[in-house]
């Protein structure tokens, strides 16, 4: 099956220009709002980089921090102080050193299973929300940042498993993964991730190449069913651009 979505493609030079487009396009998100601002991060490699930079006067000193909340799309079932936390991984790496603890918003791993887990994050993403239903004038997150992994998942959104189909629950547990690491994890659904203001996919490095030719030519991808109910872009460097997509 293939898709009519064609994904509005953003080609840099490489990894380092990847993260500063995607740290510009962070600012100027959270700067379209003079409001409270909800961010949904992303884990994995891709994103460290960003991360980073993010970490760094230039740019920590241009983010509001009072009024910047965070969260993740996805959680690998381990503790909070776990290498393999992603959320985890963005406190280590950026969020520590400036965000308010009460605007940093982990997925709870330290509950029986992760069914559970996923119901007490979907309750505080209601909560910070203000009701029980999406409202697609009125999107959950101003950016949701996304990875594409080697088989077209996204999130903890695997190829073929039943969280794909669900369109009532924001959160759901995902009991076994369908790659490295082989834990438990939660992640947001699509109608979850798709209340966004923008969905931005950062997609770097030649591993990324055979994975980005599927996704561009429309194969029926977890990546490609994910798509914000505003803007979805892709950031590709050139080593992950396939070079018969060159020049989109």
């Known amino acids: ?29 959270i700067a ?5 601002v909800a961010i949904c991060l992303t884990g994995g490699s891709s994103p460290k980089r960003l991360y980073r930079l993010l970490a760094t006067e ?11 909340h ?12 776990d290498p393999l936390s992603n959320m985890g991984m963005a406190r280590r790496v950026f ?3 400036r965000a308010p603890a009460s605007n940093v918003h982990p997925i709870p791993t330290d509950t029986a299973d992760p069914e559970q887990a996923a119901r007490r994050y979907e309750a505080e993403l209601k909560s910070f929300y203000g009701a029980e239903v999406l409202d697609p004038s009125r999107p959950l997150f101003d950016i949701v940042l996304m990875g594409v992994g080697s088989d077209g998942h996204t999130a903890s959104l695997f190829p073929g498993y039943p969280a794909m189909e669900e369109t009532e629950r924001w ?7 369908h790659v490295e690491p082989f834990v438990p ?11 966004c203001r923008e969905m931005l996919f950062e997609v770097s490095g030649p591993e990324k190449r055979a994975i980005l030719t599927r996704v561009l030519a429309g194969e029926n991808l977890p990546a490609n069913r994910a798509r914000s109910t505003g803007e979805t872009i892709w950031l590709v460097d050139k080593a992950a651009l396939a070079e018969n997509f060159r020049g989109r």
């Open 171 to 177: 959160v759901v547990g995902v009991p076994q993964a």
């Open 185 to 195: 994890r939660v992640t947001l659904t699509l109608a979850a991730l798709a209340s």
């Open 58 to 68: 230039v740019y920590r000193s241009q983010i509001p921090w009072e009024r910047v």
């Open 1 to 29: 099956m293939v898709t009519d979505h064609k994904p509005h493609v953003i080609a840099v030079s490489d990894s380092a220009a990847l993260a500063k487009a995607a740290a510009e396009r962070l600012l100027a998100r």
């Open 70 to 81: 965070w969260f993740i799309g996805d959680e690998r079932f381990v503790g909070a102080d």
């Open 32 to 36: 379209a709002n003079g409001a409270r």
């Open 95 to 97: 969020l520590d050193r």
